[in-house]
C-alpha cells in the first residue's frame, strides 16, 4: 500500500515521459475528497474525484472546480495514480481499475 506524503506531491507536480498528458485522481467526492483538491499542495492537479454515486457525478468540487465521475467515465484514459481519499475503500479500487483497463499507481490518502 502506498501512503500520501509530500514525495506523493511532487510526483503530481512531474510532467509524464513526453510531455503526454496525465491524469491524477482522486477516489471519493465527499468532504476528504473536497478538502484534498483544495487544501493539499498540488490538489488543484488532481483531474478529477471519483465517486460511485451518481447523485454527486456530473458535478464540480467548490473551490477548485474539479469534475466529479464516475468510475465508468475512466475507461481509455491515461490514468497514472488515483488517490482513494478513505482506505476502508482501497481494494475496491484495486479491484476496479483493472476491469476498467486502468493500471494505475493505487494511492490512501
Known sequence: MIRWSAASTKTIATKS?????THY???GAGSNGITFVNVV????????LVD??????????PGTGTAVVGP???RGRPVRSIIVMNPLYRD???????????APDIIVA
Do not use: D, T
Open 72 to 74: 465508468e467515465s475512466l
Open 41 to 48: 499542495p498540488e490538489g488543484a492537479r488532481i483531474s478529477a
Open 92 to 102: 475496491e479500487v484495486a479491484q476496479a481499475a483493472p476491469k476498467l483497463g486502468l
Open 17 to 21: 515521459p513526453g510531455g503526454a498528458i
Open 25 to 27: 485522481l482522486a477516489w
Open 52 to 61: 460511485v454515486n451518481p447523485h454527486k457525478q456530473e458535478r464540480f468540487a
